[in-house]
């Protein structure tokens, strides 16, 4: 039932570094791209989101960059700090709120 | 606002008992899921209601489990009887349609035993 295919499953990136997290989706339906981001202990938090009529969009240091000919999207996190070790999710929904989420990603940035 | 409020944060229980999750969405949302977190499944939505009423409750794993929502300040997630499978942090998180933004509580942390 996997409907967002997301990777890698981890990640370290040094601090200053731009980290890349991907993913894939099945269902061209979709209309919604948000990624989420969780710390421990915390529920997840919307970060940015993207509709596919627009192939980038950027939110300060958060990028999510879209190919809807391929079915994919990613995000990138430029100058990457220590703050933003987390477990990222990228997610699909269709309109009808019901969205789905990839498996995640945790990211450690390196001090 | 407070955002939306689970209860409890933790749970213990020993295998075969009844468990009641709860969840009071933000003011105003008309939308409400229920998650589930592994390790192994990663986030997988178990069902949710728009306006108080279930729409898709496909990711229910089985008649174990059951949700309620009796008015739109609400909602319950009930495991009757518990098993150690089942052990795994439950979200609950609101929305309000057709804004697909979903707010997420801190989550109720299930250890059966």
């Known amino acids: 039932q996997q409907q967002v295919k997301q990777s890698p499953q981890s990640l370290i990136v040094q601090k200053g570094g731009i980290s890349i997290i991907n993913c894939a989706y099945e269902n061209t339906a979709f209309d919604y791209f948000p990624w989420y981001q969780q710390f421990p202990g915390k529920g997840p938090a919307l970060l940015i989101a993207i509709r596919p009529d627009v192939s980038e969009k950027k939110e300060g240091r958060f990028t999510i960059s879209f190919n809807k000919s391929a079915k994919q999207f990613s995000l990138h996190i430029m100058d990457s700090q220590p703050g933003d070790s987390a477990t990222y999710f990228c997610a699909a929904s269709m309109g009808n709120n019901d969205m789905r989420f990839g498996a995640g990603t945790r990211l450690t940035v390196k001090p | 606002d407070a955002g939306v409020i689970q209860s409890p944060r933790h749970e213990v229980t020993e295998m075969g008992q009844e468990v009641t999750l709860r969840c009071k969405p933000i003011?105003?949302?008309?939308?409400l899921f229920w998650y589930r977190q592994t390790m192994m499944r990663g986030l997988e939505l178990l069902i949710y209601f728009n306006n108080n009423v279930p729409i898709d409750d496909s990711g229910m794993p089985e008649d174990r489990f059951s949700a309620k929502m009796p008015n739109a300040s609400f909602s319950t997630l009930k495991i009757q009887p518990s098993e150690p499978r089942d052990s795994a942090v439950y979200f609950c998180?609101?929305?309000?349609?057709?804004?697909?933004?979903?707010?997420f509580g801190a989550g109720t942390r299930l250890s059966v035993l």
């Open positions: 998180a609101s929305s309000n349609s057709p804004i697909n933004i979903q707010y």
């Open positions: 003011s105003g949302h008309n939308s």
